[in-house]
Structure formats: structure tokens, C-alpha cells
């Protein structure tokens, strides 16, 4: 039963996998798609990697040198993906690899003609379609565990030794650059549409980043707070925190307890403490950020905590079967072991000594006469 859940929780690790590069391949082949539909035909050059390799791209049509856009993007990437060889994992490079990779063929092969060939109609509704589509597929990418490459890396590696830094913003200080750049090149007019490509584009990706983790502080000061932080911990399986208060108008002792939920648990929260406790007091306060190991937000399986309890059992009975078993082989090896004594002490002792009986020394005397 035990190792039969164990290759389970495996076979969920490889499908969970398997999504992941599904999702991630699917979210860049789109935000290629989306960048050759509403930014090129547009002529609009959007911040990021993709937006400095069509300046890098009209910089060398200047000279004679013509790259496509998707070639000259090719490249910077490869160039990054080199220096994240020693920070990422090897599952995040293969993620982002998949990422760059389609994102590219989006760029260079997704033209769609009802869409393309009207780009210039309306430039500004172009950017904002193109910078939320693009938001959408980063974001996507990112939440699966890889990027659509260029500037994303970039911003992941940036939060990574800079947590309090939020990767959206990370990718808006690097697009400003871009953004400079584009107006020194195409002009005012072509910089602004890049400024709203880059504002839109990150609001949207932290939209996707940290729309589903919105996490509400709920502060609860009751009489009853036993009852409400069992039935808390029964409903949600989430950590609960009693604080100590007193009440400067009453002076009475008063419990206050802390738990933290999602912000679609809420209202059903509520409901449950002023069913039990109709004189309590909750207010609550959104929660920007959480950082630590603590129990507060982590739900709590029974189910979960026997299979890991399990798979730890094993990993201790294996390791004991290991040491007995090598134990063993060294009582065997012992056992058998042929103990070979100086010669002198074998023509001392004779036939008391193990290998050197009364026989086998009449052989010996009768070899020396002979």
C-alpha cells in the first residue's frame, strides 16, 4: 500500500510536469503570435528583448544587413540563456528553452491576415490588445515554472535575489531602457506607444502572478476562541494564532486570533465565527506579502501527512535492512576467514594449531629427506 502511493505521488510529478510544458509552450507560442499581429503590423517596437531586437533589426537594414526580427530575438536570448545556465535549475532551463523556442516560431510564423494586414488602422487599440495578450502569455509562463525568454529571465533572476522586488516591476525598470531607446530611433510618438505597451504588459503580468494568491489577515476578538479556532482549523485546515489582548475600556482579557485565508474564503469565514461567537469583532487587512516557513497559509492534509509520515518509515526501514544486512555479511566473512600462522609457531605447536596437523607434518619430514 505504501509503495504503491509512493510511485503515485512520482506519476504526479511527472504529469505535473508534462502540463508545465505543455502550458509554457503554449503561452510563448502565443506571445509570438501576439508580437507579429499588433506590434509589427503596427509598427509599434514594445519594450522588452523582443522591442530591442526590432531597433537592433532596423539598425542593421540601415547597413544592408537584413535579419528577421524572430533571428535578431534568437540570438539575445541565447546570450542570456547562457549567463542563466549557473543560477536556474536544469527543470527551469528546459521550461524557458520550450519558452524561447516557440515564442520564436510564434514571431516568425504566426501572421494571421485578418488581423495583420490592419495594424495601422489603429495603433493605440493595437498596443493595448497586444500589451494585455502579451502580459497574459508571460504571466501564464511564468506561473508554470519557465518564461517566454528575453527580458523575463532577466526580471526572474532579479526577484530571485531580490524578493521584495515583484518580477513585473522588475521587467518595467528593464523596459525603460528599451523605452528610451525606441524615441532616440523612431521618435517621440513610437515611444509613447511603447510606454503603454510596457505599463499595460506589466500590470497584467502581475495580474496573473498574484491575482490567485490575494491573501486577507482576518484579526478575530472573541470570548469563545476555542470554539471559533477549532472550527477554523476543522473547515479550512489552516494555522490559527491566538494573541492576547486586553480591552483599555472594559479591562477584560480578551483572545485575538489571527488566521490567514484566501480572499474568496472570507465572507464564509465570517459567517462561521458569528455563528458561534455573535459578540465577536473581526477586521481584517489584505496581505501584500508572505515570506517565511510558517504554518499560517499552508494547508494541512491528514491524508498528505501519513503518506509523507509513510515514505519516511520506508526510507528508515531500508536504511536499517542495509546496515543488518552488512553486519551480517561481515559475521560470514569473519567466520570463513582462514587464520594463517608464522611458521614457527606451527613447528612449536603441531597438530593444536588450525591447517597443521601431526600428518601434515610426517609429509613435510618425509619431503626434507627425500
Not at 206 to 232: F, M, P, T, W
Not at 258 to 282: H, R, T, Y
Not at 312 to 324: F, G, Q, S, V
Request: one cysteine or more.
Amino acid at each position: 500500500m505504501l509503495l504503491k502511493t509512493a510511485e503515485n505521488k512520482q506519476k504526479q510529478k511527472l504529469n505535473k510536469f508534462i502540463l508545465q510544458i505543455v502550458m509554457v509552450s503554449l503561452a510563448a507560442f502565443v506571445g509570438g503570435v501576439n508580437f507579429k499581429n499588433f506590434f509589427e503590423s503596427a509598427k509599434i517596437i514594445p519594450t522588452g528583448i523582443s522591442g530591442l531586437a526590432v531597433i537592433v533589426r532596423d539598425g542593421l537594414a540601415s547597413i544592408g544587413l537584413s535579419l528577421p526580427t524572430a533571428v535578431v530575438y534568437l540570438i539575445f536570448n541565447l546570450i542570456i540563456f547562457l549567463f542563466a545556465l549557473r543560477i536556474f535549475g536544469w527543470k527551469f532551463l528546459v521550461l524557458s528553452g520550450l519558452g524561447i523556442g516557440f515564442y520564436t516560431l510564434g514571431m516568425q510564423f504566426g501572421a494571421i491576415p485578418a488581423i495583420y494586414n490592419h495594424g495601422l488602422d489603429d495603433r493605440l487599440l493595437y498596443a493595448i490588445v497586444g500589451a494585455i495578450l502579451g502580459g497574459l502569455s508571460v504571466g501564464v509562463a511564468m506561473k508554470f515554472g519557465g518564461t517566454t525568454g528575453g527580458s523575463d529571465i532577466v526580471g526572474v533572476i532579479i526577484n530571485r535575489y531580490f524578493p521584495k522586488i515583484k518580477t513585473g516591476y522588475c521587467l518595467l525598470m528593464i523596459n525603460a531602457i528599451v523605452l528610451t531607446l525606441s524615441i532616440i530611433t523612431s521618435g517621440l510618438q513610437t515611444g509613447l506607444y511603447a510606454l503603454v505597451v510596457a505599463v499595460v504588459n506589466s500590470l497584467t503580468t502581475n495580474l496573473v502572478l498574484d491575482g490567485s494568491k490575494r491573501v486577507v489577515a482576518h484579526y478575530i476578538i472573541c470570548d469563545k476562541d476555542e470554539e471559533i479556532a477549532q472550527a477554523l482549523l476543522e473547515r479550512y485546515h489552516r494555522g490559527v494564532t491566538k494573541i492576547s489582548g486586553t480591552g483599555m475600556f472594559s479591562n477584560k482579557e480578551k483572545a485575538i486570533l489571527l488566521c490567514l485565508l484566501p480572499n474568496e474564503q472570507s465572507a464564509e469565514m465570517k459567517k462561521i465565527v458569528s455563528e458561534i461567537d455573535k459578540e465577536s469583532f473581526v477586521f481584517s487587512s489584505a496581505v501584500t506579502e508572505t515570506l517565511g516557513t510558517g504554518t499560517f497559509m499552508k494547508e494541512h492534509s491528514i491524508f498528505k501527512n501519513k503518506v509523507e509520515t509513510a515514505s519516511e518509515l520506508i526510507k528508515t526501514e531500508n536504511k536499517y535492512r542495509y546496515h543488518i544486512k552488512k553486519l551480517k555479511l561481515k559475521k560470514k566473512q569473519k567466520r570463513f576467514r582462514i587464520y594463517k600462522e608464522p611458521e614457527h609457531k606451527k613447528k612449536l605447536f603441531g597438530s593444536k594449531l588450525l591447517g597443521y596437523t601431526g600428518e601434515d607434518k610426517q609429509k613435510e619430514e618425509t619431503k626434507n629427506h627425500d
